[in-house]
T-cell receptor, first 115, second 113 residues
Framework: EAGVAQSPRYKIIEKRQSVAFWCNPISGHATLYWYQQILGQGPKLLIQFQNNGVVDDSQLPKDRFSAERLKGVDSTLKIQPAKLEDSAVYLC?????????????FGQGTRLTVV | ELKVEQNPLFLSMQEGKNYTIYCNYSTTSDRLYWYRQDPGKSLESLFVLLSNGAVKQEGRLMASLDTKARLSTLHITAAVHDLSATYFCAVDGYGGSQGNLIFGKGTKLSVKP
């Protein structure tokens, strides 16, 4: 079974530039998450989708971050404009249906460096 | 505010020794997850603990959950170098409903010969 796919693996941009990350979840997984992991910390949820609807985006900095999940499969996360503090690993995860009695499966992440 | 606290944050131990990582949380969630992360890699699920008193073991790792104390432990028996990694515990952000995960800061484990 293929895992959660993310691209690109690495990205370096200058502050105030824009960047987009892509995620393809495990086939059939209804729930998709984007997490931000700053160096030395645990992942922090940015947004949760159930199919193509947003379940929770309370911690998403909406003035600069946006995400969509068209057709309830792939998802993109965009940052515009980027700030230095956005440097982090952005992890995408999916689960069959929320976290009820099951764990989330994580992709390898995109390491973003803002200079 | 929901908090998940792990200790220690750094752990250096010798091969063959035993040790325990602790995870305290402030929500009433009765579900707790343990993940492993190798440097530059993603998170790998280790254990899903679904109820009070749950205990799960895989190889040299054993996890337990006490929901009344809001405490989970990850016990390492006779550590080997391959166990060197960062270990995260996480709980459901909505107290067990169909929610997201709140992670601790992680425990960086280094096992030395």
């Amino acid at each position: 079974e293929a895992g959660v796919a993310q691209s690109p693996r690495y990205k370096i941009i200058e502050k105030r530039q824009s960047v987009a990350f892509w995620c393809n979840p495990i086939s059939g997984h209804a729930t998709l998450y984007w997490y931000q992991q700053i160096l030395g910390q645990g992942p922090k949820l940015l947004i949760q989708f159930q199919n193509n609807g947003v379940v929770d985006d309370s911690q998403l900095p909406k003035d600069r971050f946006s995400a969509e999940r068209l057709k309830g499969v792939d998802s993109t996360l965009k940052i515009q404009p980027a700030k230095l503090e956005d440097s982090a690993v952005y992890l995408c995860a999916s689960s069959p249906r929320g976290h009820q009695n099951t764990e989330a499966f994580f992709g390898q992440g995109t390491r973003l460096t803002v200079v | 505010e929901l908090k998940v606290e792990q200790n220690p944050l750094f752990l250096s131990m010798q091969e063959g020794k035993n040790y325990t990582i602790y995870c305290n949380y402030s929500t009433t969630s009765d579900r707790l997850y343990w993940y492993r992360q190798d440097p530059g890699k993603s998170l790998e699920s280790l254990f899903v603990l679904l109820s009070n008193g749950a205990v799960k073991q895989e190889g040299r790792l054993m996890a337990s959950l006490d929901t009344k104390a809001r405490l989970s432990t990850l016990h390492i028996t006779a550590a080997v170098h391959d166990l060197s990694a960062t270990y995260f515990c996480a709980v459901d952000g909505y107290g067990g409903s169909q929610g997201n995960l709140i992670f601790g800061k992680g425990t960086k484990l280094s096992v030395k010969p």
